[in-house]
């Protein structure tokens, strides 16, 4: 028997509702779907006309017909066209950028040949003026010489002859020497050009205003900012923004900066206390260390939560809303000393001891404390990695930056434990000095940020790039002969360097970024 290709498909429709129902050959024009017999009475029916599933194919495959007729006889041609007038309009973009570098091109060339001839003929003028210039000193110096010349004569003439002379010859050496001990009148001193620079400023906008500047709409500013991020550089030079005096700590150790501009500062006590950006006192905690001196001993979360250390039981605890403390690790045989907080996982990092105070490591846990990894040992050797890792960081790269001064280097790890450098301060300090390292901190542009406390030399702190390459003394500051100076740094969300003083206890904030 031979079905006909619409009946076959009225065969295989089927209710979407209830599929294993009959449907009939009943479709809801409405709804352009099969239906079966249960859902025509339905209320989601209500008021809607039916007509055989045959029909609805016919008529669903005319207007097919029609839609498709449509595609080839108007639609198509018309993206044929729409992508004929993009060509077009790419090709005039192309030309009109070039026209636009074309017009720039040419005004500053004129703009440079304009400057070479001022340059070319004011330097042909200070020629032809050294010219004139050189000629009357030589004038000068020919007259003077014959000067000299005719008193050496008479000088001469007189040792010579002196002695024998008569009165005549004595009385004509006489008068000639009066004539010549008189010195001639000469020029010494001569009026010089100046250059008397013009009243506007040399400056980027100056120049901008006289050469033009180029507009760019809006929309295509944001574009590009997608290909080209717009990243902070380093500042020409570096401005202390603001001072701020913290009365309750003593000897500043270590700084949490946060993202609602507020700021945990540590001292050598375990003091812990929190100000605002005016330097207000906010909230004060005291913490125990007996093993070993605070330094990187506290740190702030993603959401802005304080983590510190409490030797008094080696823990690491959670400050949460009403003062209360909640304690996220608890070690044993093992004495922690420094932590800070992934900003890219929310992972905590804790610098240790153990309890010989013969090793140390550095591991990763999440944020509920489970351990993650251990950084202890070179990855192809035995060889310790730390020997106090007292202040730590990480990285834009992944790496866990350690400052280990017992060591007197830098030392950096991948996220894996594959060991990426050790910094001893090659090309920041001067040969045959020690390197003394303490607050270390990185900042957006993955440089790394250390201080440098030699008794000998200025506290300054060192800039390193990701590599451990040195950069530059980025702060240099005058040292005490007993006390080292800086030990704190911190780097806020607005790219400011936050120093704490261990004399003064005063925080300065540095801008070095632009």
Sequence with gaps: LCVSDDRLLTQKMKCKVHPDQDSGVLCCQQCE????????STERHHGHSFVAASEMVVSMRDKCHEEIAKIKDTI???????????????????HLLSQVRTT?????????DILDDILSNNMKE????????????????????????????????????????????????????????EIPSLKLHHDHPTFQEGSGQMDAETLEALFGKLTVPKYLKNSMQKIHPNKPKLAMRIQKVKA?????????????????NKTWVGDELGNLVEIDPKGNELHKIKTHHFRQQPTGFHAVTLEDELLFIDQYDDSISKLLSGRKKKTLIKFKEWTPISIHVSHSSDDLLVGMVDDTQQKAKVVRYDASGKELKTYEFHEDSKKRLY??????????????????????????VGMTGNHRFDYDAEGGHPPGTIFEPSGICTDILGNILVCDNN??????????????????????????????????????DSCNLWIGDVDTNEIRVYKYLE
Aim: proline letters at 3%; a neutral charge; one cysteine or more.
């Design 126 to 181: 200070l020629t032809d003026i050294e010219h004139v210039l050189m000629h009357e000193y030589q004038d000068e110096v020919h007259k003077m010489n014959e000067h000299l010349a005719r008193l050496q004569e008479v000088l001469d003439e007189f040792e010579k002859k002196g002695q024998h002379m008569e009165s005549g010859d004595l009385m004509s050496i006489y008068n000639r020497i009066q004539k010549l001990k």
């Design 33 to 40: 779907a099969p239906v079966c017999m249960k859902c025509i």
């Design 387 to 412: 020997n106090r890792p007292h202040y730590l960081s990480e990285n834009i790269n992944g790496d866990i930056v350690v400052s280990d001064w017992e060591k007197q280097v830098v030392v950096a």
């Design 455 to 492: 008794d000998h030399l200025d506290d300054s702190v060192h800039m390193l790039d990701k590599d451990g390459r040195f950069l530059c003394l980025l702060l240099r500051l005058p040292s005490s002969s007993l006390e080292r100076r800086i030990r704190a740094l911190g780097v806020d």
């Design 244 to 260: 701020i005096h913290v009365p309750d700590i003593d000897r500043c150790r270590h700084i949490s900066c946060m993202k609602s």
């Design 104 to 112: 720039m091109t040419s005004k500053i060339r004129k703009m440079k």
């Design 76 to 94: 198509i041609p018309n993206c044929r066209l729409v992508v004929q007038e993009l060509g077009k309009n790419q090709d005039t973009s192309k």
